[in-house]
């Protein structure tokens, strides 16, 4: 006979056919964390680079990226939009490259997204 290992714990023997299969065990995947993107208010960048920002680099179209301005503009921030952290952190780099290119002050930050959590 054979000896059996610990590791062939998983494994059953068809008797009828003298093939040995595994069962593979179901993992969950898990949903990404996601993550608010926020833009906020100041006194200098204008409310069209801002409206042009939330139509190229967030994919609003034009009437959705002026609310969510006069949205910033009379509330202090907005959210621009919910990602993954790596889009979050990206979004937000190329947003401060144009506006630092423009020389705008424009801040924009990110913190989780707790409605979208699973846990």
Request: charged share 35%.
């Amino acid at each position: 006979m054979f000896a059996v290992s610990e590791a062939c714990v998983a494994e059953k023997f068809d008797s009828d056919s003298g093939v040995v299969t595994e069962e593979k065990k179901q993992t969950k995947l898990k949903r990404p964390r996601m993550y608010r993107v926020l833009v906020h208010n100041d006194d200098y960048t204008t409310r069209e680079f801002v409206v042009d920002i939330l139509v190229g680099v967030f994919h609003h179209n034009e009437s959705r990226a002026a609310e969510i301005m006069l949205h910033v503009h009379h509330n202090g921030a907005g959210i621009a939009g919910v990602f993954t952290r790596e889009v979050a952190e990206t979004k937000i780099a190329i947003v401060d490259r144009l506006a630092r290119e423009r020389e705008y002050p424009l801040h924009l930050s990110m913190e989780p997204d707790e409605e979208n959590e699973d846990d």
